[in-house]
């Protein structure tokens, strides 16, 4: 059975950061491409960054382009996702989800994300 754990999220004011982790089991991690996903509150979900199965290639939403980093211990069989220079809309809950969006237009327009194979997804709230 396919197990997508996600941890680390929490309150932090405007202007800090946080590390998620995932900790998948059930599959051959180190050779499935992963994403992570938010959902703001009240609203559907959102692309955030997806990495190869080595870890060498990552994309990420303009949105969060240059603040967050995407990388991956496939020895742990850990997907993380460090966050910096948090704003108030970065305020969702986030999800790491199994493979990546079928086209670049999906993951662009955040179509048919729920059909990613995704955990119970952390909390990350951001405010003063």
């Known amino acids: 059975e396919v197990q997508l754990v996600e941890s680390g999220g929490g309150l932090v004011q405007p202007g800090g950061s946080l590390r998620l982790a995932c900790a998948a089991s059930?599959?051959?991690?180190?050779?499935?491409?992963m994403t992570w996903l938010r959902q703001p509150p009240g609203k559907g979900l959102e692309y955030v960054s997806s990495i190869n199965s080595r870890g060498v290639t990552t994309d990420y939403a303009n949105s969060v382009k240059g603040r967050f980093t995407t990388s991956r211990d496939n020895a742990k069989n850990t997907l993380y996702l460090q966050l910096n220079s948090l704003k108030t809309e970065d305020t969702a809950m986030y999800y790491c989800?199994?493979?990546?969006?079928?086209?670049?237009?999906?993951?662009?327009?955040?179509?048919?994300?729920?059909?990613?194979?995704r955990g119970q997804g952390t909390q990350v709230t951001v405010s003063s």
């Open positions: 059930g599959f051959t991690f180190s050779t499935y491409s």
């Open positions: 989800a199994k493979g990546v969006p079928s086209s670049t237009r999906e993951a662009t327009l955040n179509l048919n994300l729920e059909k990613l194979l």
